[in-house]
């Protein structure tokens, strides 16, 4: 039978009001106690439904805990710490104030509470007293050699509704724990892991605010600058309508990729932006025009921790022809809608590879499994049993409103092939997709504009896309709408107080 002691981590204790109390007088005496404190200002703070409440606790939170030189400064990395600041100073107001702004700040926090505090306080006299008093002895304490060594699990605390600051997922082939995120998107700081809600068993696609921002922003400055991260461009096709680039040289997103060219285009197109969108995620239509694709279905849909964002996840399967496996990919897709800086319409789109439960990896062994099971279970409900070897895949779309009746299409992208697709035909290959994708998006407008034109009330089936672009379009005009009738109080006050 296992002892009390091995159930016992540091979170069981905080979960505890007693058992903190004992660890908190520990703290004391050590004069380390803020690192606690810190963490119950935070379950304090993510409890709060209203962000005006939630924009004044954090205020206080920052300027007791985060700023240097504050009352109770904690130890935490310099860029950290500015990350946080310059986060609340320039995103946060008393109408939009996200529960996870303290995200990167408590997972170091806990990892200082876990790794340094943990394994000295349950060797401590207070740890014996609180056991003493919850199992009325110590005889079992003392029979496990440095009992309260035994450390806590690595995933950590949740802090706010429906994630925590890091999950990870067992691996039974490597019989180890590994990210769920294969491939950092951008900058380490801005950095957007795919993180499983074990709750909820859902995917948000970003892990903050911040981060959300921070990679729809990414993505204009690969459409529309000169480089894609960091490394030049060359132009490998030019006409009047479509232009395509590469990278000079392989981009790595992890040490041990392939060093693969990633990809940059741009198309002129003589459509409304509505018509190129919803033409370009009609599933129907980009079955039939977009390349090697071949079949599409929705996965799954939920809203992010971040409110102004959904998600869709979908699963892709590609024909490459004779020789080569089918290839398949599931994708996260988030969106946003915004005014460019001439008051025409731009949406962004972000889409990047996956690992979802609903959709395993379809390797010989899966199949041979699912076969013996009498059939396989997936979204699509198809009973046909296949090989497909899994893509990797980040890509992103922008399509920008230029004339009522033009439309420029950028999109960039990255993709392993993965089997045994040698990096230089690949290198080769992605040079020539201007001329492809242009063609088959030209298709998909004209053939959109015809069912339209017949079907004036057509449902178009774009696997949650344009729901994803709605939302994000309808929760920002809600979010305006109270700013603008919050300010008209506020001027309503100080004018009556004005008259008085």
């Known amino acids: 039978m296992a002892s009390h002691s091995t159930a016992i981590t540091l979170e069981t204790v905080l979960d505890d009001y007693e058992s903190t109390l004992f660890l908190e007088r520990y703290l004391s005496l050590t004069r380390n106690v803020e690192p606690l404190h810190f963490i119950q200002q935070v379950n304090d703070y993510s409890s709060l439904h209203s962000h005006h409440n939630r924009y004044v606790k954090a205020r206080e939170m920052i300027d007791g805990y985060v700023r240097s030189q504050s009352k109770s400064e904690l130890n935490i990395a310099s860029d950290v710490r500015q990350e946080i600041i310059q986060l609340f100073d320039t995103k946060c107001s008393l109408y939009y104030c996200p529960k996870l702004l303290f995200d990167r700040c408590v997972s170091l926090v806990m990892l200082e509470l876990k790794e340094d505090v943990w394994p000295r306080y349950i060797k401590s006299l207070e740890y014996r007293q609180w056991y003493e008093g919850v199992y009325g002895s110590t005889t079992e304490l003392e029979a496990v050699p440095n009992a309260g060594e035994i450390s806590s699990p690595t995933n950590q605390t949740s802090t706010s509704d429906g994630g925590g600051s890091e999950f990870n997922v067992h691996s039974e082939e490597t019989g180890s724990d ?10 380490a700081s801005a950095a957007a892991y795919l ?3 074990d709750n909820e068993n859902n995917y948000g696609l970003l892990s903050s605010a911040e981060t959300f921002d921070a990679q729809l922003n990414l993505v204009k400055e690969w459409s529309f600058g000169t480089t894609l991260r ?10 009047s309508q479509y232009e395509c680039y590469v990278t000079k040289r392989g981009v790595k997103f992890n040490e041990e990729d392939k060093a693969l060219k990633m990809w940059k285009l741009r198309l002129n197109l003589n459509h409304s932006i509505d018509t190129v969108f919803r033409s370009a995620v009609m599933a129907s239509l980009r079955n039939a ?9 929705q996965v799954d849909s939920y809203q992010s921790y971040d409110p102004r964002y959904a998600i869709t996840v979908t699963r892709e399967l590609y024909r490459f022809g004779y020789g080569f496996t089918d290839r398949d990919a599931v994708f996260a897709h988030t969106a946003r809608e915004e005014v460019n800086e001439k008051g025409r319409r731009r949406i962004i789109i972000v889409s990047r590879g996956i690992k ?15 076969a ?3 059939g396989r279970n997936t979204s699509s409900g198809s009973s046909k049993l296949k090989r497909f070897i899994r893509l990797e895949v980040i890509a992103t779309r922008i399509f920008e409103e230029v004339e009522d009746n033009r439309t420029y299409y950028y999109e960039t992208g990255y993709m392993d092939m993965k089997g045994n697709v040698p990096a230089f035909l690949w290198n080769i290959l992605v040079g020539k997709r201007g001329a ?4 088959g998006v030209s298709r998909s407008c004209k053939r959109f504009e015809k069912m339209i034109k017949e079907n004036p009330n057509m449902e178009v089936d774009s696997l ?7 939302h994000n379009r309808k929760y920002m005009a809600n979010l305006k709408k109270q700013k603008e009738e919050a300010e008209q109080e506020l001027f309503c006050q100080h004018k009556r107080t004005y008259v008085q």
């Open 289 to 297: 025009n977009d390349g090697n694709l071949y079949e599409s279905y």
């Open 178 to 187: 590994e990210c769920l995120d294969r491939i950092t998107f951008s900058t």
């Open 464 to 470: 949650g896309t344009i729901q994803i672009v709605e």
């Open 372 to 374: 013996k099971q009498g």
């Open 195 to 197: 993180k499983p809600d």
């Open 436 to 439: 492809t994708l242009y063609a």
């Open 356 to 370: 979802h439960e609903k959709e395993p990896v379809y390797s010989r062994a899966c199949v041979s499994q699912m």
């Open 230 to 239: 960091g490394e030049e461009l060359k132009l490998t096709q030019k006409t």
